[in-house]
């Protein structure tokens, strides 16, 4: 999976580790769709400086909303951090997961731009809307782009 590293608009794909297959399979239609998009294996963890400052400096997060994401204690501040940086934030919901029953997220949730159901009957319908999002079609390389990557894998040591 390659990583966009540059400065131009990109989106930044949080999700739980347990959900990479799934979020693995959105990056590569973003990434199709010839979008700047940034991520890593762990999903994003904002205690980490370099993780913090992608999200930080992203124009949209896209945050895979999932049972396990709820679970994890290191996924929740993936939405409050994106919401005090004042990303434009969309959340896809994966599966039957409610953040109304969690006080914190749930005032999190009117600063999203969207929030759209990924299910595997309506994958691409769901990726449709997704991608009409003004805040997405921003991070969208121009013609003859050469995007800034770095291949993730081997410890990352593998660059494009």
Excluded at 40 to 54: E, F, V
Excluded at 75 to 81: A, D, E, S, V
Excluded at 100 to 106: A, F, I, Q, V
Aim: contains cysteine; glycine residues 4%; hydrophobic residues 40%.
């Amino acid at each position: 999976m390659a990583t966009y590293q540059g400065n131009a608009d990109f989106i930044a794909v949080c999700y739980d580790p347990d959900d990479r297959e799934i979020a693995e399979q959105i990056i590569a239609r973003l990434d199709a769709e010839h979008l700047r998009v940034w991520s890593n294996s762990r999903g994003c963890n904002i205690q980490k400086k370099t993780d913090a400052a992608r999200l930080a400096a992203c124009r949209t997060a896209l945050i895979i909303i999932s049972q396990n994401w709820l679970v994890d204690g290191k996924c929740t501040p993936q939405l409050r951090f994106a919401a005090e940086q004042e990303r434009q934030t969309v959340l896809l919901f994966t599966d039957e997961a409610d953040l109304s029953t969690n006080e914190e997220l749930r005032l999190l949730l009117s600063r999203s731009v969207r929030m759209l159901d990924y299910r595997a009957e309506s994958a691409e319908e769901c990726l449709a809307e997704l991608l009409s999002l003004e805040c997405v079609q921003d991070c969208k390389m121009r013609d003859g782009e050469q995007p800034d990557e770095e291949k993730t894998g081997l410890f990352g040591f593998l660059k494009r």
